[in-house]
Nanobody
Framework: QVQLVESGGGLVQAGGSLRLSCAASGSIFSIDDMGWYRQDPGKQRELVAK???????NYRDSVKGRFTISRDNAKNTVYLQMNSLRPEDTAVYYC???????????????WGQGTQVTVSS
């Protein structure tokens, strides 16, 4: 089974930085889009940033200029560099990826378990 494991979450003061990592492992043939989503309790999960296999990116407006998504295809890993963090960035951040396993004809969508990011004033 394919697994996504996030790391890098934690507590940081406003204006600080965190770097999230998400590594995919398992019987992986290829990975297309990878992304980061976040969710506060009682709210809908929202896209933070996505990156295609070739490096194309898109960000939600509120993080543009502050967050940078990147990936290392050789390591099956996606990163989210978060700078100038604000209290409203506080959420559980989830890694997401479209992954094709060797035995499958099409991609499947996978989620990590999430990592807590808390930004204090």
């Amino acid at each position: 089974q394919v697994q996504l494991v996030e790391s890098g979450g934690g507590l940081v003061q406003a204006g600080g930085s965190l770097r999230l990592s998400c590594a995919a492992s398992g019987s992986i043939f290829s990975i297309d889009d990878m992304g980061w989503y976040r969710q506060d309790p009682g709210k809908q999960r929202e896209l933070v940033a996505k990156i295609g296999r070739g490096g194309s990116t898109n960000y939600r407006d509120s993080v543009k200029g502050r967050f940078t998504i990147s990936r290392d295809n050789a390591k099956n890993t996606v990163y989210l560099q978060m700078n100038s963090l604000r209290p409203e960035d506080t959420a559980v951040y989830y890694c997401n990826a479209d992954i094709r396993r060797f035995v499958m004809f099409q991609n499947e969508n996978y989620w990590g378990q999430g990592t807590q990011v808390t930004v204090s004033s």
